[in-house]
Each structure stands twice: as C-alpha cells, then as structure tokens.
Nanobody
Framework: QVQLVESGGGLVQPGESLRLSCAASRNIRTFDTMAWFRQAPGKEREFVAGIIWIGGTTSYADSVKGRFTISRDYAEDTVYLQMNSLKPEDTAVYYC????????????????WGQGTQVTVSS
C-alpha cells in the first residue's frame, strides 16, 4: 500500500504564505488524482484542491480559489499546495489523499491518506 507523507506545515501570520508537500513511498502514479483536504477543530474534513496526474487538470474549493495553487512534480512524484494570503480560517490539519479516476470532493472516495500536517494562521 502506498504511504503518503505531508510536510511544510507551521505557524504563520495572516497574509503570509506556506507550501505543503506530499510525497509517496512508491510510485504515486498508480493514482490518477491527488488532492488536499483539511480539517479544522470541531469541523468535518473538507476538500481543498485536487489535481489529475495526466494533463494536470486542477479543481479548488471556492474558499481557496485565487489564493491556493495545487501542482505536481512529475519527476519527483510529489504534489504541492502553495498557500498565499493565508487567513485565520485556513487554520486546520491538512491531509494529502489519492485515488484512481477523476477528482471528487468526497472524503470517502479517497482510499489513501497521509497523516496530516498542521497549519496555523494567527497573529
């Protein structure tokens, strides 16, 4: 089973940026879609962004459009989430997830998950 490992979380002030990375223990291209989800305290896990390996088609939650960018490094089997203009409401544990077939926003559609990385936005 492929293991996903996130990194890059931390504590930043509002308006600052962070870049999250997601690496796989082996060939990540067995999956068609990679995605980022997040879960804030007391809330359900929610879709943030997704990317399809072949072609690079992306999709975003409305709350992050224009601020976050998902990308993939095909050679390094790594997916990134560039987060700009961060807001306190972006504070959450961010998870990398993978699935075959097209991107969906449904948590249950993704069989593979990382352990999560904490992002805290606070002044």
């Amino acid at each position: 089973q492929v293991q996903l490992v996130e990194s890059g979380g931390g504590l930043v002030q509002p308006g600052e940026s962070l870049r999250l990375s997601c690496a796989a223990s082996r060939n990540i291209r067995t999956f068609d879609t990679m995605a980022w989800f997040r879960q804030a305290p007391g809330k359900e896990r929610e879709f943030v962004a997704g990317i399809i390996w072949i072609g690079g088609t992306t999709s975003y939650a409305d709350s992050v459009k224009g601020r976050f960018t998902i990308s993939r490094d095909y050679a390094e089997d790594t997916v990134y989430l560039q987060m700009n203009s961060l807001k306190p409401e972006d504070t959450a544990v961010y998870y990398c997830a993978a699935r075959k077939f097209k991107t969906t926003t449904i948590v249950g559609d993704y069989p593979s998950w990382g352990q999560g990385t904490q992002v805290t936005v606070s002044s």
